[in-house]
């Protein structure tokens, strides 16, 4: 009796126009399989970008970043040429320093965020404010960028 053999050929595969997404597959599974491999928890993923949010009222631009867990004076804002830069360090709790950690979902360190303003605004009238784990920007719009009426007359 002859049995059939229904795996195809390994050639069949290498030419197939979908192995280059295959193999991604299986790479991108291995990478994330678990601790164990050496790229979990190396600083190559470590990056925190806070959401942003980034808004406009009849008078504002308005910035706002989810930072909770940290102090105002931990944040640094610039503003140059149109580009708002907002760069700030959340630390790690003093309390966690000698624990054993069994999940650590929370960002700490470093983080560096830019963005180009659609408007001119008033540079010297920015202000920001920090509540409840969101920082705020205040960009106030400059006159000659905000919308104008114009009258029609009548003649």
């Not at 193999?23 to 979990?40: I, K, M, S, T, Y």
Request: aromatic share 8%; hydrophobic share 40%.
């Amino acid at each position: 009796m002859t049995l059939l053999n229904l795996t195809r050929p390994t050639s069949f595969w290498s030419r197939s126009p979908l192995a280059p997404m295959a193999r991604l597959q299986e790479d991108l599974q291995r990478l994330f399989e678990g601790a164990a491999n050496p790229l979990v928890g190396s600083p190559f993923f470590n990056v925190w970008a806070p959401a942003l949010d980034v808004y406009e009222d009849k008078e504002n631009l308005l910035v706002r970043l989810e930072v909770p867990g940290m102090k105002r004076e931990d944040f640094e804002i610039g503003l140059h040429d149109g580009v708002l830069s907002i760069s700030g360090e959340r630390r790690a709790d003093e309390k966690r320093q000698d624990a054993t950690g069994y999940r650590t979902e929370r960002f700490t360190g470093r983080f560096q965020r830019s963005v180009t303003l659609p408007k001119a605004v008033e540079a010297d009238r920015v202000k920001a404010s920090y509540k409840d784990g969101i920082l705020t920007i205040t960009l106030p719009v400059a006159a000659e960028a905000r919308p104008k009426q114009i009258a029609v007359s009548a003649e």
